[in-house]
């Protein structure tokens, strides 16, 4: 099995790969960063990867896409697991900002989702897991431009996964909440914070699973369930 992994030096994804580098799969791993990506490869491969390929790109550049596509090749299994958490304070009267980070966590995501889609369609078969978010589920007051980009990978997972599965394929979108990892270190910890490794875990079985929309740790569903049916003048966080 050959697994491509966009955004690899995540604490997310690679957390994900754990399982699989322990099946013997092998890898094609993208980021940005050379030396923290290396060390992920390193990782996996002392952990049984059978092959590991990387690939260095800033994964907001989108004419770099389609470089990234011809280099994963033919795959089984795509995550898409690349973006940022922008503080939103600081970034509300900054319209470029906003902009910028919903290009990142959106329109990035969704240029490479279409391109692996075509491949995966191709093929007739395979699996492409995105990583949203519970914040997708409704915007509120503290991170709306992240939630924002995450409602639209919601969207466009749906309707993706539609096409796909006359193919056979699947679209699997994975929509975490809190999870403890450098993108949210400067959070306050609480009980419903979730380690990465058992998120990981997490989007391994439901890949193989072949689950359509999957929420980690599961209880988030029923939270995010609540949280969209609170009257809107409630909702102030």
């Known amino acids: 099995m050959k697994i491509a992994i966009i955004g690899a030096t995540a604490a997310i994804a690679q957390a994900t790969a754990i399982p699989f580098a322990e099946n013997q799969a092998e890898f094609f ?6 030396a923290k990506l290396a060390a992920v490869a390193a990782d996996l491969q002392a952990r049984g990867a059978s092959r ?6 800033d994964l907001a550049d989108l004419p770099r896409h389609a470089a990234i596509i011809e280099g994963a090749g033919d795959v ?17 009267r900054d319209p470029a900002a906003q902009l910028a980070a919903f290009h990142l966590n959106a329109t990035s995501v969704i240029s490479l989702a279409a391109s692996f889609a075509n491949v995966l369609e191709s ?13 997708g ?17 919601h969207a466009w997972c749906d309707g993706a996964r539609a096409r796909l599965r006359a193919a056979g394929a699947n679209v699997l979108l994975v929509k975490p909440g809190w999870v403890d990892t450098p993108m949210t270190r400067g959070m306050k910890k609480n009980p419903l914070f979730a380690d990465a490794r058992s998120v990981g875990r997490g989007i391994h079985d439901a890949i ?3 689950e359509g929309t999957v929420y980690l740790p ?7 369930a609540l949280v969209r049916l609170l009257p809107e003048r409630l909702v102030k966080f």
């Open 29 to 34: 791993l993208v980021a940005r960063d050379a």
């Open 52 to 57: 590991i390929d990387t690939f260095i790109a």
């Open 76 to 92: 089984d299994v795509v995550v898409i697991a690349h973006g940022s958490l922008p503080d939103q304070q600081a970034i509300d």
């Open 123 to 135: 093929r007739k078969g395979g699996t492409l897991a995105v990583i949203g978010s519970v914040a």
């Open 137 to 153: 589920d409704r915007g509120r007051r503290s991170n709306y431009v992240y939630g924002a980009a995450k409602a639209a990978i």
């Open 208 to 210: 193989a699973a072949g």
């Open 218 to 224: 599961r209880f988030w569903r029923w939270i995010s």
